[in-house]
């Protein structure tokens, strides 16, 4: 099952997806919560399609999600190491616990803003 590197205004963590789809926002009811105020209370979906791959859909949030610095419109394939941002909280997709790369370097928490080049303008961990 995926898990996922959040970065928030938390301790940074992992999260093992444990079901088909969890959505991702800022109250009590979703799966995964983030401590972010730009997420919508409902942000994003992470579901699981019949052909086993994972997917992105923003649940119309009002300030938007982007996956690997490209504004997601529509469901979004998610790979391996996929860097997905919610306001300045970063979460990095994984497919399995197995596919975690440890040399991967972390994401930056801050993002001085949305023009920049990439995600390394920020600041890093």
């Given at each position: 099952?995926?898990?996922?590197?959040?970065?928030?205004?938390?301790?940074?963590?992992r999260v093992r997806i444990?079901?088909?789809?969890?959505?991702?926002?800022?109250?009590?009811?979703?799966?995964?919560?983030?401590?972010?105020?730009?997420?919508?209370?409902?942000?994003?979906?992470?579901?699981?399609?019949?052909?086993?791959?994972?997917?992105?859909?923003?649940?119309?949030?009002?300030?938007?999600?982007?996956?690997?610095?490209?504004?997601?419109?529509?469901?979004?394939?998610?790979?391996?190491?996929?860097?997905?941002?919610?306001?300045?909280?970063?979460?990095?997709f994984w497919r399995s616990?197995?596919?975690?790369?440890?040399?991967?370097?972390?994401?930056?928490?801050?993002?001085?803003?949305?023009?920049?080049?990439?995600?390394?303008?920020?600041?890093?961990?």
């Amino acid at each position: 099952m995926p898990v996922l590197d959040i970065y928030d205004d938390q301790v940074p963590r992992r999260v093992r997806i444990d079901s088909d789809c969890v959505t991702v926002g800022r109250t009590a009811d979703n799966e995964i919560i983030i401590h972010e105020k730009r997420a919508s209370r409902q942000h994003c979906q992470i579901r699981r399609e019949s052909d086993d791959s994972w997917t992105l859909h923003d649940l119309k949030s009002r300030n938007g999600t982007t996956v690997n610095m490209n504004t997601v419109t529509k469901p979004t394939p998610l790979q391996d190491g996929d860097e997905i941002y919610i306001g300045k909280s970063a979460i990095r997709f994984w497919r399995s616990m197995e596919s975690v790369d440890p040399n991967t370097p972390k994401l930056p928490l801050i993002l001085k803003n949305q023009q920049s080049s990439g995600p390394n303008s920020g600041q890093t961990m």
